[in-house]
């Protein structure tokens, strides 16, 4: 039953499906191809894993550093400061927001955090390890003014773990930076 499900996951993703309520191809932009992007730190989830190591957090680290330095690269100048998106996720508001919770997981927070830095995107990632050798990238591009998720990423990453983590934070942040730069519009990529 895995293998069927994770067979039709990579169809559906090499079709370029997109999530319910995405955006249809001929429908309007949400925003300018200039607007800001709010990203956070990846977070990790590790509780579910059949062994929990010290190191496992260098792999959220490894998926921020990618994820962060692909979108500046991208987007240069429309990458909201990271220290600024951390601020205000520390907030009072945030943290109410949140419910005890990290920010960085909690939609309705990093929507928050988006309108106090003056973003209208935000992106979401978060890396969980299942064992050693396989680990999950989840990643939404949210637009803060509507809520609505324009891209709502799940892969699977097998094999060595930072060559994985790696590859899978640059292919989210490559879909991030065309998607904000079409205003918001996905496309079936590579298809226009």
């Known amino acids: 039953m895995i293998r069927w499900l994770t067979a039709v996951s990579i169809v559906l993703a090499s079709l370029g499906?997109?999530?319910?309520?995405?955006?249809?191809?001929?429908?309007?932009?949400?925003?300018?191809?200039?607007?800001?992007v709010a990203a956070f730190?990846?977070?990790?989830?590790?509780?579910?894993?059949?062994?929990?190591?010290?190191?496992?957090?260098?792999?959220?680290?490894?998926?921020?550093?990618?994820?962060?330095?692909?979108l500046g690269k991208?987007?240069?100048?429309?990458?909201?400061?990271?220290?600024?998106?951390?601020?205000?996720?520390?907030?009072?508001?945030?943290?109410?927001?949140?419910?005890?919770?990290?920010c960085n997981v909690i939609v309705a927070c990093a929507r928050a955090v988006a309108r106090a830095v003056d973003a209208p995107w935000v992106v979401l990632a978060k890396v969980s390890k299942t064992s050693n050798l396989i680990w999950l990238l989840t990643a939404q591009l949210v637009h803060?003014?509507?809520?609505?998720?324009?891209?709502?990423?799940s892969t699977e990453l097998k094999g060595e773990p930072e060559a994985m983590v790696r590859a899978g934070a640059r292919i989210f942040a490559e879909r991030?930076?065309?998607?904000?730069?079409?205003?918001?519009?996905?496309?079936?990529?590579?298809n226009p």
Do not use: C, H, M
């Not at 499906?17 to 800001?36: F, I």
């Not at 803060?144 to 990423?153: E, F, H, K, N, S």
């Not at 065309?178 to 990529?189: E, K, L, P, S």
């Open 176 to 190: 991030v930076g065309r998607t904000v730069r079409a205003g918001g519009v996905t496309t079936n990529f590579p």
């Open 74 to 102: 991208l987007l240069p100048g429309q990458l909201a400061d990271s220290a600024a998106v951390r601020a205000a996720a520390g907030s009072d508001s945030a943290v109410a927001i949140a419910g005890g919770q990290s």
């Open 41 to 70: 730190d990846v977070a990790l989830y590790n509780a579910q894993a059949n062994v929990q190591e010290a190191t496992d957090f260098e792999k959220a680290e490894l998926a921020t550093q990618v994820l962060l330095g692909t």
């Open 144 to 153: 803060a003014p509507t809520g609505t998720i324009v891209l709502d990423d």
């Open 17 to 36: 499906a997109r999530p319910a309520g995405a955006q249809d191809l001929d429908s309007k932009p949400y925003e300018s191809p200039d607007a800001r």
